[in-house]
């Protein structure tokens, strides 16, 4: 049987990253003591109010083809909110409505890059980012995220890994897996780069809305000497806790969305008309669950550094932002990978390598701050006493 030539560029990236997390559902369905905090899902079902919208918008016939760009009250709203936010004028036909930031960036990647481009972005990296780029034909260039720079990248490492080849840096900030902000200056730096070498710059911000109090977060989009350059995909999964309803988007210049929409029409011809109705719902009323997230994610990083970090060999980077924190395991004497395989067979906690993420964090593990407070602090007190052996084996 004969395949294309994007199945053989993909045919490495499947599930074998998340073993971990397989193993650990597989155990929990036999009745096992397992607690898993592995992937981001939100702690919280999504919005009562949000999912009515969504009901009677089905009961009074929202259920016919789309518009292909989105359906006009959404792009409207998103519009209305971007330019609030970033105090430019965005309008809607800069908008494009997808089902989820997963197929936002497919499409906008499809647009920008193609064999041959190269593809500069931060490692470690969100997981699916090595295929959407193999996807288009494109090498992905990894640029380290280090941690003494508090794992966000830097324009010094992506200008030193910049060929004739290079089409676009595709950012997060905040980050997955670190939880890093990029900030004005690191954005500034960036920019001038793009400028100087004529790139794009895609802005994964999905988790725009979980940052953390006392944080600080800045958007590439709000400066206006990058207007012509910049594309953000977001969408409602991680604020509105609603990663089911496959809701996203992508902003850029008017010039870029309009020859992306052939491709969009050709992939799915818009999203469903009452999810639709349900985002504008979520953009123009804001979330009910994002701030409620952001206190609880935050608290649990705080009480997963304080168990951790000086009574064990363990250290743990606390992040500014999201659903995960990160654990520097290499005082274990084991990998990341390792690790994680180690503390499920002998603690009953999952999490996840930090090699799943890319190259540059094999010594670390990222844990979710999903798991609610009982089983997360029962989690620590696990991590904590699976590494008193090693401190004892180092005595």
Not at 8 to 35: E, Q, S, T
Not at 101 to 115: D, F, H, K, N, R
Not at 160 to 178: D, E, F, W
Request: hydrophobic content about 45%; proline content about 6%; overall charge negative.
């Amino acid at each position: 049987m004969k395949t294309t030539a994007i199945t053989h560029r993909l045919a490495d990236l499947g599930g074998a990253k998340w073993g971990i997390y397989l193993r650990a559902k597989a155990m929990i369905a036999k009745g096992a003591d397992v607690i898993s905090l592995t992937i981001g899902e939100p702690d919280v079902p999504p919005p009562t109010e949000l999912m009515d919208v969504a009901a009677a918008a089905m009961r009074a016939g929202r259920t016919t083809y789309s518009d292909g760009a989105g359906e006009p009250g959404l792009r409207a709203a998103l519009a209305e909110r971007y330019s609030a936010s970033t105090g430019r004028a965005i309008s809607d036909a800069q908008v494009m409505c997808f089902p989820g930031t997963q197929t936002a960036l497919y499409a906008v990647l499809m647009g920008v890059a193609e064999e041959g481009d190269e593809v500069l972005v931060g490692d470690p990296m969100y997981a699916t980012y090595a295929g959407v780029i193999r996807a288009t034909g494109a090498d992905l260039v990894p640029v380290p995220l280090r941690p003494e720079n508090g794992f966000r990248i830097s324009a010094d490492d992506i200008a030193a890994r910049i060929t004739p080849r290079s089409r676009a840096i595709l950012l997060t900030t905040p980050h997955n897996p670190t939880g890093a902000i990029l900030t004005p200056e690191d954005i500034a730096a960036i920019g001038d780069l793009a400028r100087k070498h004529d790139l794009w710059i895609i802005s994964d911000e999905v988790y725009e809305q979980l940052v953390f109090d006392g944080q600080r977060f800045t958007s590439p989009l709000a400066r206006p000497d990058l207007a012509e350059r910049v594309i953000v995909v977001s969408s409602i999964s991680k604020s509105h806790a609603a990663p089911g309803f496959r809701s996203g988007w992508c902003i850029g210049p008017e010039a870029f969305t309009a020859a992306l929409l052939p491709l969009s029409e050709t992939m799915l011809f818009g999203n469903q008309p009452f999810i639709a109705d349900m985002t504008e719902a979520a953009v123009r009323h804001g979330s009910s669950v994002a701030p409620g997230m952001r206190a609880r994610f935050a608290a649990r990083a705080d009480r997963l550094a304080e168990r951790l970090n000086g009574q064990t060999c363990l250290r743990v980077l606390k992040p500014q932002a999201g659903m995960f924190a990160m654990i520097d395991v290499t005082g274990t004497g084991m990998t990341g990978e390792t690790y994680a395989e180690h503390l499920l067979d002998h603690a009953g906690v999952a999490v996840m390598p930090g090699a799943s993420f890319g190259d540059t964090i094999d010594g670390w593990v990222r844990v979710a701050l999903t798991a609610g407070d009982a089983a997360f602090d029962t989690a620590c007190e696990r991590i904590a006493a699976h590494a008193a052996q090693f401190q004892s084996e180092d005595a």
